[in-house]
């Protein structure tokens, strides 16, 4: 049995080094060239923990292998998995463009009967038209049927998700097919739900818009919370103790980005557009995030006024922790509103400087670790949960930095320990420590 994948990002690379380790053979095909010459040798062009060693295990026993060529990708496969990218459109629809051209690619050259599953996601009754589509394109004699198999897997833990997913969702309009892709999951022995295509499709908008709501709820508690002078920590420790609320997703912070919930959401919300819809709760989700992710500048502006000439160090890049990916990362619109400012910015990220020096080039000063960024600095943002960030010991600001104040987006340090370290440290959702300015009417004054 033959399995494709059509895409090398992050779903497609590791559902083909995942199936691989499952014991199936894979082809994985992309279009760039470059980075399935490095993947062919063993290079993962990500940063994802233990991926790189799987992709080597599985190159030298002979089950995984890389091609550009689309021909050589489709001809002999049984089910060919397309995990190709859905970007967002400048009116927040999807994009489908990746996807038609891989549909194209394989309708044209598909020698025998064929599952396609689509891992991208897509809006609801693409498959559906996928399907009508490559009806048109592969010869009579063959039979292709199209199958949605929508993927969770978070960025940063890809492959203990895929292995421990917590259910795997299959929509087949055709019950032979979508058994086969069922029983392609044997392996992995996880729960499997299987609908119809259509919901397949909303389960993962819905799925990623609820994680986006808890989000986005519970950072307006925060912001609730500053005003009123409870706790954030404890109020979500308390809310989350509840099972029907749970404690997941509830961490308050700078606002969710990365390559899915922002693109997601909008992606949603244009589709609910398109069915003359108001999902009034979907709509303030998104606002509420873009907000959010203002909010530790805003402080600093309420705190210091013009910001212009101050040396800044921005401490974590990566949109979350255990990941280079820097896409819709809250770190990337702060630093550009520094940059408006003239600040002086130096910024530390443990994976995400590489891809941060491509965007904002000679802009900043890319330190080597938590010292190197804050020596020095008056000021200090605390974007991303980085275990060097959360584990640095506190002393070293007061040490290192002119006036140690800390604008952390992330919860990361108790208020104890910050206040006894002498810092000023301002937080999400709980009351600001050691601020000494004139702040009579604002809700940073502790
Ligand atoms: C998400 C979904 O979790 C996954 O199921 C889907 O397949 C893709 O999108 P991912 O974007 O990789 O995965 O990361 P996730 O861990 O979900 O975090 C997304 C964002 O939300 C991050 O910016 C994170 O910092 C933020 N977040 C998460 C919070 O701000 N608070 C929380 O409590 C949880």
Same mark, same amino acid.
């Given at each position: 049995?033959?399995?494709?994948?059509?895409?090398?990002?992050?779903?497609?690379?590791?559902?083909?080094?995942?199936?691989?380790?499952?014991?199936?053979?894979?082809?994985?095909?992309?279009?760039?060239?470059?980075?399935?010459?490095?993947?062919?040798?063993?290079?993962?062009?990500?940063?994802?923990?233990?991926?790189?060693?799987?992709?080597?295990?599985?190159?030298?026993?002979?089950?995984?292998?890389?091609?550009?060529?689309?021909?050589?990708?489709?001809?002999?496969?049984?089910?060919?998995?397309?995990?190709?990218?859905?970007?967002?459109?400048?009116?927040?629809?999807?994009?489908?463009?990746?996807?038609?051209?891989?549909?194209?690619?394989?309708?044209?050259?598909?020698?025998?009967?064929?599952?396609?599953?689509?891992?991208?996601?897509?809006?609801?009754?693409?498959?559906?038209?996928?399907?009508?589509?490559?009806?048109?394109? $592969?010869?009579?004699?063959?039979?292709?049927?199209?199958?949605?198999?929508? !993927?969770?897997? =978070? *960025?940063?833990? %890809?492959? &203990?998700?895929?292995?421990?997913?917590?259910?795997?969702?299959?929509?087949?309009?055709?019950?032979?097919?979508?058994?086969?892709?069922?029983?392609?999951?044997?392996?992995?022995?996880?729960?499997?739900?299987?609908?119809?295509?259509?919901?397949?499709?909303?389960?993962?908008?819905?799925?990623?818009?609820?994680?986006?709501?808890?989000?986005?709820?519970?950072?307006?508690?925060?912001?609730?919370?500053?005003?009123?002078?409870?706790?954030?920590?404890?109020?979500?420790?308390?809310?989350?103790?509840?099972?029907?609320?749970?404690?997941?997703?509830?961490?308050?912070?700078?606002?969710?980005?990365?390559?899915?919930?922002?693109?997601?959401?909008?992606?949603?919300?244009?589709?609910?557009?398109?069915?003359?819809?108001?999902?009034?709760?979907?709509?303030? $989700?998104?606002?509420?995030?873009?907000?959010?992710?203002?909010?530790?500048? !805003?402080?600093? =502006? *309420?705190?210091? %006024?013009? &910001?212009?000439?101050?040396?800044?160090?921005?401490?974590?890049?990566?949109?979350?922790?255990?990941?280079?990916?820097?896409?819709?990362?809250?770190?990337?619109?702060?630093?550009?509103?520094?940059?408006?400012?003239?600040?002086?910015?130096?910024?530390?990220?443990?994976?995400?400087?590489?891809?941060?020096?491509?965007?904002?080039?000679?802009?900043?000063?890319?330190?080597?670790?938590?010292?190197?960024?804050?020596?020095?600095?008056?000021?200090?943002?605390?974007?991303?949960?980085?275990?060097?960030?959360?584990?640095?010991?506190?002393?070293?600001?007061?040490?290192?930095?002119?006036?140690?104040?800390?604008?952390?987006?992330?919860?990361?340090?108790?208020?104890?320990?910050?206040?006894?370290?002498?810092?000023?440290?301002?937080?999400?959702?709980?009351?600001?420590?050691?601020?000494?300015?004139?702040?009579?009417?604002?809700?940073?004054?502790?």
């Amino acid at each position: 049995m033959e399995i494709t994948i059509f895409g090398t990002g992050y779903v497609g690379l590791v559902t083909g080094v995942c199936f691989a380790e499952a014991g199936y053979n894979v082809t994985c095909f992309d279009i760039d060239e470059r980075k399935i010459t490095a993947l062919s040798q063993g290079r993962c062009p990500i940063y994802e923990p233990g991926l790189e060693e799987m992709l080597k295990r599985n190159l030298e026993n002979g089950r995984l292998q890389f091609t550009y060529d689309s021909r050589l990708a489709s001809k002999n496969a049984d089910y060919i998995f397309i995990a190709v990218g859905t970007p967002e459109n400048e009116d927040g629809s999807a994009n489908l463009e990746f996807l038609e051209d891989a549909v194209d690619q394989i309708g044209k050259y598909l020698s025998r009967d064929a599952v396609i599953i689509i891992k991208s996601t897509v809006p609801v009754g693409t498959n559906q038209r996928i399907y009508q589509k490559l009806q048109g394109i $592969v010869p009579d004699n063959i039979q292709v049927k199209v199958v949605s198999n929508p !993927e969770f897997l =978070r *960025e940063g833990s %890809g492959i &203990l998700d895929t292995f421990h997913a917590d259910r795997i969702v299959i929509g087949a309009d055709d019950n032979e097919a979508g058994r086969a892709v069922a029983d392609l999951y044997k392996p992995f022995g996880r729960p499997i739900l299987q609908t119809d295509v259509r919901s397949a499709e909303l389960i993962k908008y819905a799925s990623n818009a609820f994680l986006a709501t808890k989000i986005s709820f519970i950072n307006e508690v925060a912001n609730l919370c500053e005003h009123t002078g409870a706790n954030i920590e404890d109020v979500a420790k308390g809310m989350g103790m509840d099972v029907r609320i749970g404690s997941q997703f509830l961490r308050a912070g700078i606002g969710y980005g990365g390559s899915c919930f922002p693109k997601d959401t909008k992606a949603l919300e244009k589709l609910t557009e398109d069915y003359e819809y108001d999902f009034k709760i979907l709509r303030s $989700v998104i606002e509420v995030n873009s907000r959010q992710k203002q909010q530790l500048f !805003e402080k600093a =502006r *309420e705190l210091f %006024g013009n &910001l212009q000439g101050k040396r800044v160090a921005v401490l974590g890049l990566a949109f979350k922790p255990h990941t280079d990916d820097i896409r819709e990362a809250p770190a990337v619109e702060l630093i550009a509103r520094l940059i408006e400012e003239q600040a002086d910015i130096s910024v530390y990220d443990p994976a995400a400087s590489g891809n941060a020096a491509d965007l904002f080039g000679s802009r900043l000063y890319y330190a080597e670790n938590v010292d190197a960024a804050i020596k020095g600095a008056d000021i200090v943002f605390i974007v991303t949960e980085w275990p060097q960030i959360t584990q640095y010991d506190l002393e070293r600001f007061s040490l290192l930095m002119r006036e140690p104040v800390i604008f952390d987006g992330r919860n990361c340090y108790d208020l104890a320990n910050a206040e006894s370290a002498g810092l000023t440290y301002v937080s999400v959702g709980r009351k600001a420590v050691n601020v000494n300015r004139n702040l009579e009417n604002s809700r940073l004054r502790g």
